[in-house]
């Protein structure tokens, strides 16, 4: 068998699929399923985090994100043989097995089994759940903050392909601005939706701060249902004592906002310092997107007890 290496070495010892602990080297597919199971395919990223005090490796809103992979694959019509909280077990189950003591990254996914031959997959197909984790440190805390360009893609809509499933294929189009944007110079790429209003990033939610509100685009405005934009909305109102609103925002606004960061499960919380050439408020990280980012570090680790019941234990 050729060997199979990530590109850092990084991986786990053992991964979850069907049901069963696999050796990571021996979780192979045939070639030739690389490109419908992309295409057939959803998923999950979801972090744990490693609390040295409490000598405990904690999963983020765990529930949420599989609720999410579970509605995923309803809405993307792929067969899911799991519940969410079978899949909050294996989740667990593969964590234990690998011994983790440091932060982990975490990718369920659902996909389309076997050598198939036609490339539109039926809503009865089997489909295969695999879940990989891998070691992963947190964001950096030190950010100078990201250059973003507004991209000359709008956001796919729901109305064509629903940004509210995470599949696989919907980061096409996140590929192509992302590598549009850096190609101009910029650092990443920020979408407007069809109505002409601002989206999100390329794998984040966006919020801006204006007049002492944290002000994020609805739902509708053809965004994940993201769970650190819910986890930011929260602790901005309930920690910081923040008003917030959901609502749409226009592109210029984001010029003439105090902050603005995006949101997600990998960035956790990046500042956006520069949007289309122009400054965001003083051009650095700003104080609120500053103490949400540590408010959030705590929240993870389990610092802040309020929020423990977004923590799912492993040992
Ligand atoms: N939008 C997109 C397109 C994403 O890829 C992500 C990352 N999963 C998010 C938003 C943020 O979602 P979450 O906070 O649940 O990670």
């Known amino acids: 068998m050729p060997s199979i290496a990530t590109p850092d070495g990084n991986h786990a010892e053992v991964l979850w699929r069907n049901g069963e602990l696999v050796p990571w080297q021996e979780a192979t597919t045939h070639v030739r399923s690389v490109g419908h199971a992309s295409v057939s395919a959803v998923f999950e990223g979801v972090r744990a985090y490693w609390a ?36 909050a077990e294996a989740v667990l189950t593969v964590l234990r097995a690998n011994s983790y003591r440091a932060d982990t990254y975490i990718r369920p996914w659902t996909f389309v089994a076997g050598v198939v031959s036609e490339l539109i997959t039926s809503a009865d197909a089997p489909t295969e759940t695999v879940i990989d984790t891998w070691p992963s440190p947190p964001a950096p805390t030190e950010v100078t903050g990201a250059r973003v360009a507004t991209s000359s893609w709008r956001r796919i809509s729901d109305q064509q392909m629903s940004p509210r499933i995470k599949a696989f294929a919907n980061y096409h189009q996140a590929r192509i601005a992302a590598a549009e944007a850096r190609q101009a110079g910029y650092d990443l790429p920020l979408f407007l ?10 794998g984040a939610c966006i919020a801006l701060m204006r007049r002492g509100c944290m002000v994020t685009p609805p739902l509708s405005a053809g965004v994940l249902d993201s769970i650190t934009r819910d986890t930011m909305l929260t602790l901005a109102a309930e920690h910081l004592g923040m008003r917030t609103v959901e609502r749409d925002i226009d592109r210029a606004e984001l010029a003439v906002a105090d902050e603005a960061f995006f949101l997600g499960t990998g960035w956790e919380l990046l500042p956006i310092t520069e949007v289309d050439g122009l400054l965001v408020g003083s051009g650095k990280p700003g104080p609120v997107g500053t103490e949400l980012a540590q408010a959030y570090r705590r929240v993870v680790r389990g610092e802040m007890a309020d929020y423990s019941y977004w923590l799912t234990p492993v040992r």
Do not use: K
Request: net charge negative; proline share 4%.
């Open 193 to 202: 939706n069809e109505r002409g209003h601002v989206s999100e990033g390329s």
């Open 52 to 87: 040295p005090r409490d000598q405990q490796l904690f999963v983020f809103r765990l529930t949420e994100h599989l609720d999410r992979l579970v509605e995923s694959a309803r809405l993307a019509r792929l067969h899911m043989n799991w519940t969410t909280p079978e899949l």
